[in-house]
């Protein structure tokens, strides 16, 4: 199972809404990551995780908190959003977040923020 | 600060039209460079990783290719299939732990039959 499996695949939520995008791998990997990827724009690195403790936080807002329950799985928990968050979220994976090794992504959630 | 400029924004070219993509990139010390491909609301795809000056790689119709300043995504005899936006990225030392990576805007590629 080479899979990165992201739910759900859409959300729109209100402004005052609380949300949870969700991620999960059985490869093993010690390393999960959640970019943030506007229209016809790169992916921006949001956190990383690296065996279950944050290692990195590129200076997100706090109604973004992420969440890594197990070494599997990988939350992103939204509340009260702006619509310029609307964007797809992309979760990855990677061994241990070593040298050179290459990211897993999942397909992402299409998040809109009306 | 880490920076990674892809060329051209975008590229049209004919089935079977070989060209290149390519990648520069200004970084403090390099541990990857990475291509991927990704398609339109999908999340991108692993292609090669790149470590030192010199080195290439191959897979099918694409080799990647690395220099100390830029790296090179050649197409070779491109079918419509190869159409999706390919994605430079790199991967530089901070001092331990694990380590995202900086991607650029990417090249749109549109292979027409």
């Known amino acids: 199972d080479t899979e990165v499996t992201q739910t759900p695949k859409h959300l729109v939520m209100g402004m005052t809404n609380k949300k949870s995008l969700k991620c999960e791998q059985h490869?093993?990997?010690?390393?999960m990551y959640w970019y943030k990827q506007k229209a016809k724009k790169p992916p921006e690195l949001m956190f990383v995780?690296?065996?279950?403790?944050?290692?990195i936080n590129e200076s997100v807002p706090s109604r973004f908190s992420p969440e890594c329950p197990n070494s599997s799985l990988l939350n992103l928990h939204l509340h009260a959003l702006q619509p310029e968050d609307s964007a797809l979220y992309l979760c990855?994976?990677?061994?241990?977040?070593?040298?050179?090794?290459?990211?897993?992504f999942g397909s992402g959630t299409q998040l809109s923020v009306l | 600060e880490d920076q990674v400029t892809q060329s051209p924004e975008a590229l049209r070219l004919q089935e079977g039209e070989s060209s290149s993509l390519n990648c520069s990139y200004t970084?403090?010390?390099?541990?990857?460079l990475f291509w991927y491909r990704q398609d339109p609301g999908k999340g991108p795809e692993f292609l090669f990783t790149?470590?030192?000056a010199g080195e290439e790689k191959e897979k099918e119709r694409l080799k990647a290719t690395l220099t100390k300043k830029e790296s090179f995504l050649h197409i070779t005899a491109p079918k419509p299939e190869d159409s999706a936006t390919y994605l430079c990225?790199?991967?530089?030392?901070?001092?331990?732990?694990?380590?995202?990576?900086?991607f650029g805007k990417g090249t749109h590629l549109i292979i027409q039959p």
């Open positions: 490869m093993g990997h010690r390393a």
């Open positions: 790149l470590y030192s």
């Open positions: 995780y690296s065996y279950e403790k944050l290692s």
């Open positions: 990855a994976s990677s061994q241990s977040g070593g040298v050179g090794e290459k990211l897993f």
């Open positions: 990225a790199v991967q530089a030392y901070s001092g331990g732990g694990a380590d995202g990576l900086t």
């Open positions: 970084v403090s010390g390099l541990r990857g």
